[in-house]
């Protein structure tokens, strides 16, 4: 059993907007760490958004510049990233996390994002 799978990938043209959404457990919902990061052919995983399980404030990467924004749906279970304005530079296979206090970590299997016109 895939403790977190993504959706919401897709092609969108510059400057559109996308949601993904990971579904998870209400386990590692309620006591986990979750984050998006992502990863472009060639490139490091770099972290995209985090949000801690205490419900404080979410943390950005710098390239996000205010243009997403990371949340948690209760009824879905389920970690989301809006994205605003997307750019062609972030195309990207996004991938959810989860971790734990413990630093026991899981990872989705990613959903492709492609922002070209």
């Known amino acids: 059993q895939v403790p977190l799978v993504e959706s919401g990938g897709g092609l969108v043209q510059p400057g559109g907007s996308l949601r993904l959404s990971c579904a998870t457990s209400?386990?590692?919902?309620?006591?986990?760490?979750m984050a998006w990061y992502r990863q472009s052919p060639g490139k490091e995983r770099e972290m995209v958004a985090e949000?801690?399980?205490?419900?404080?404030?979410?943390n950005y990467g710098d390239f996000v510049k205010g243009r997403f924004t990371v949340s948690k749906s209760r009824a879905d279970n389920a970690l989301i990233l809006q994205m605003n304005s997307l750019k062609p530079e972030d195309s990207a296979v996004y991938f959810c996390?989860?971790?734990?206090?413990?630093?026991?970590?899981?990872w989705g299997k990613g959903t492709l994002v492609t922002v070209s016109s």
């Open positions: 209400d386990y590692i919902f309620t006591w986990y760490n």
């Open positions: 996390n989860a971790e734990s206090s413990r630093g026991v970590n899981h």
């Open positions: 949000l801690p399980r205490s419900g404080g404030d979410p």
